[in-house]
């Protein structure tokens, strides 16, 4: 059975592009669309690996970020963050609040499957 | 007639002349009779001293402007920019420089008006590029639509033998993000070169409430009238006011708060409190009965006919966050940037009910000094009867520099744009220091 992967996105054209790329690449792929309700997506998803958004609506992905981690069952889920925001700040925050990997956008495609791969695979 | 030759009198009858003020309004202000003055102003009495100051104050020029023309206010400027700067000795050859190269002087001081231009200009711009919240959502929106196109045009040149369904798809899916791409980039290049207080489209609610009001001279008749036609006539200038409806519901704010001052503060009590006492708010509570705040607030808002100078108030919440700004010329307030920790809008903060008075001058080598009076006040709240509702005023006036017996604290507007070496409360690098 295929490792999922849970793609916590708003941006409906980079949803069906990453969607697009891990289905191809043999990953089942679950996709969830605002923030607010993401954790609940998680639980009922229970995803080997998550790719998370930072800007979403309702609820940011460091705040998403931040709950998982004070779940038992979550703290070692691999997680990889997605952002538009470069400063080292917000990396720091990333890995700080509990990222194990992140990447700012744009990325290259090539980039996202390596870097999902070597996350599943570590 | 020769500037040396014209008289202290005859300038003090000119400048109140250019800024509307009738002899007995002076006259009161300064503290004498109208006729005494009538014979300062026709050289029938020597001026000189606190009293030359004190008309000075109240004309908003410099004493020496008064006492002996625009040449010595000239080398006076000339001085008070180098005397920090400049060796001692360099100081003293000011009034020489002037008297044998005039035209260099003029040149000096056009150099520090461009420089305080482009000051103005820095300040706008670092407050937009670093922390203006829709240049950087605009910034967001640019990267996540690249991001989109990146990604699918890799997919349809790397994917071999990809479905022509998806195909399509991805086509169809980058010409709605070239399209989005096309209009968000658009937005940000109008943005940038256009001014904000002339593209009102672009400016947050508060800014457009506060272009508005200072559009419109801060004169509503309709709300200093005692009739009953205040709800209607409010409607209908909001209306027309043309503002997000954002801005239409802080605007609503502030006219509903400014009705309740008019009726604890009628224009008639103002106007004849300015004329006697000038612009004092703490003056104006005690005589009216009123809250510092509401005076500070009235005062702010008069239209500039009802008074003869400029002030400029700044409110901010318990957060720091500034709810108001009408603006005073040569005190900068940065919107968005964190602002100056050492104003005294924010010690107000800790010492509710209690004025603060500061004399303020912004960076090492402006000249214009302001005086402050500062006051924190927490009111009930309607709705969380427990959490009361805290804002901080300041009150700012410009001050005439040769008037100012207080210590004067220097401050930026910004730790960025601060060049005051040696503080404690710094937070980054100035990029006004040299050495940046």
Same mark, same amino acid.
């Given at each position: 059975? #295929? ?6 996105? @708003? ?28 954790? @609940? ?38 997680? %990889?963050? %997605? ?17 194990? *990997? ?5 990325? #290259? ?14 | ?7 202290? $009198?005859? *300038? ?31 050289? *029938?009495?020597?001026? $000189? ?7 000075? @104050? ?37 009034? &020489? ?21 482009? +000051? ?87 800014? +457009? ?19 009953? &036609? ?13 503002? #997000? ?7 609503? #704010? ?75 010329? $040569? ?39 302001? &005086? ?7 009111? +009930? ?28 604290? *220097?401050?930026?507007?910004? /730790?960025?744009? /601060?060049?005051?070496?040696? /503080?404690?409360?710094?937070?980054? %690098? ?7």
């Amino acid at each position: 059975m #295929s490792k999922m992967v849970l793609l916590i996105e @708003d941006e409906p054209n980079i949803i069906e592009a990453i969607n697009f790329l891990l289905k191809r690449d043999g990953w089942d792929v679950k996709t969830h669309a605002n923030g607010h309700d993401a954790l @609940d997506a998680i639980h009922r998803n229970k995803p080997d690996l998550i790719v998370l958004d930072v800007m979403l609506p309702g609820k940011s992905g460091y705040e998403i970020l931040r709950d998982l981690r004070t779940e038992e069952d979550n703290k070692a889920l691999p997680v %990889l963050m %997605l952002t538009a925001r470069v400063q080292d700040k917000d990396r720091d925050l990333a890995t700080q609040l509990g990222a194990t *990997r992140f990447m700012t956008k744009p990325f #290259s495609n090539a980039e996202l499957l390596s870097v999902v791969r070597a996350m599943m695979d570590p | 007639m020769s500037e040396r030759k014209t008289s202290a $009198g005859v *300038r003090i009858r000119q400048r109140r002349r250019s800024v509307g003020l009738r002899q007995a309004e002076l006259a009161s202000r300064a503290g004498i009779s109208a006729s005494y003055l009538n014979l300062i102003e026709h050289d *029938r009495r020597r001026i $000189g001293g606190k009293l030359l100051t004190k008309i000075a @104050d109240v004309l908003g020029v410099q004493a020496t402007f008064l006492s002996e023309g625009v040449q010595a206010t000239k080398i006076n400027h000339i001085r008070e920019l180098a005397t920090p700067l400049a060796h001692e000795e360099a100081v003293q050859q000011v009034e &020489d420089l002037a008297t044998r190269f005039p035209m260099w002087v003029d040149f000096i001081l056009n150099q520090e008006r461009q420089k305080r231009a482009l +000051e103005a200009q820095v300040n706008a711009l670092t407050e937009r590029l670093s922390h203006d919240p829709r240049l950087s959502a605009s910034l967001h929106d640019v990267l996540s639509t690249v991001t989109a196109i990146r990604s699918m045009s890799a997919i349809l040149s790397d994917t071999e033998n990809i479905e022509p369904e998806w195909q399509m798809r991805f086509i169809r899916n980058m010409n709605e993000e070239s399209l989005r791409l096309s209009d968000t980039a658009g937005a940000l290049v109008q943005f940038l070169e256009t001014d904000a207080k002339n593209a009102s489209g672009l400016l947050s609610p508060q800014e +457009e409430v506060e272009n508005f009001l200072e559009t419109s001279g801060f004169d509503f008749p309709f709300l200093e009238n005692e009739n009953d &036609d205040f709800e209607k006539e409010l409607h209908a200038l909001l209306d027309t006011a043309g503002l #997000s409806p954002s801005g239409i519901w802080l605007l609503k #704010s502030y006219f509903v708060q400014a009705r309740e001052d008019v009726r604890k503060l009628p224009l008639a009590v103002a106007q004849s409190f300015v004329s006697a006492s000038g612009l004092d708010p703490v003056g104006l509570a005690q005589m009216a009965g009123v809250d510092v705040p509401t005076a500070m607030r009235r005062l702010a808002t008069l239209p500039m006919k009802q008074k003869s100078e400029a002030c400029g108030l700044l409110i901010c919440d318990a957060g720091g966050n500034f709810l108001f700004h009408r603006p005073i010329e $040569g005190f900068r307030v940065l919107r968005y940037a964190s602002a100056c920790p050492l104003l005294p809008i924010f010690d107000a903060l800790h010492f509710p009910m209690r004025p603060i008075r500061r004399v303020l001058a912004q960076n090492t080598s402006d000249v214009t000094i302001f &005086d402050t009076i500062s006051f924190a006040q927490a009111t +009930e709240s309607s709705a969380n009867k427990e959490q009361p509702v805290v804002k901080s005023y300041m009150f700012i006036r410009a001050l005439n520099k040769s008037g100012a017996n207080a210590k004067v604290q *220097r401050l930026g507007p910004s /730790c960025a744009l /601060c060049s005051v070496k040696d /503080c404690d409360s710094r937070r980054e %690098l100035s990029l006004v220091e040299e050495g940046f």
